[in-house]
């Protein structure tokens, strides 16, 4: 659903509000199994910036029972620690990126190098290996059809270990959040 460099691509989303992404760091989540142990206060700290991502850290600290300056120390920790990041999340329509796609990709050999290849490219937003059907899919935005298939044909395709991709293109998108809250 959660980085790039300084375009405007950088959170391409649907919901044009500053929201907190839980379980998305700095960098983008390479799921190396590793999280840090979060207590119940910062989960509740992250549950009232999932709901608001502007709210002030005073009115935090009153819901969870802490002062405004313990809840700016255990936000910043959670920033810190790749936990979470708190983005301004655009309408990619708004800004200038008229074609999303979803690319389902197989891959032969290793899925890694070819998951970091992609990981690289400032137009996929997002990268996850898969059981099932693909190996890899890649959420792709791109400013109109001409730039999705350069990225696609040009780009993804002569990845080496790239064996095929299937595209699902955007018609419209009906529902799209960051509200899972925590466990």
Known sequence: MASRSTDSRKKSKTDSRTTPQAHSGPEPRTGNGSSPS???????????LQQDGRRPYAAI??????????????????????????????????????RQAMV???????????ADALSEMPECEYVVMTAGSFDLMVEIVCEDDDHLLEVISKRIRALPGVRSTESFVYLKLKKQTYMWGTR
């Open 104 to 114: 389902g990709i197989n891959v032969e050999g290793d899925l890694d190098t070819v």
């Open 38 to 48: 979060i207590d119940s206060v910062s989960l509740a700290i992250i549950e009232q």
């Open 61 to 98: 600290g009153k819901a969870v029972g802490l002062s405004e300056a313990a809840v700016r120390q255990r936000v910043q920790k959670l920033l810190d620690q790749g936990v979470m990041q708190i983005v301004a999340v655009t309408d990619p329509l708004t800004v200038g990126f008229r």
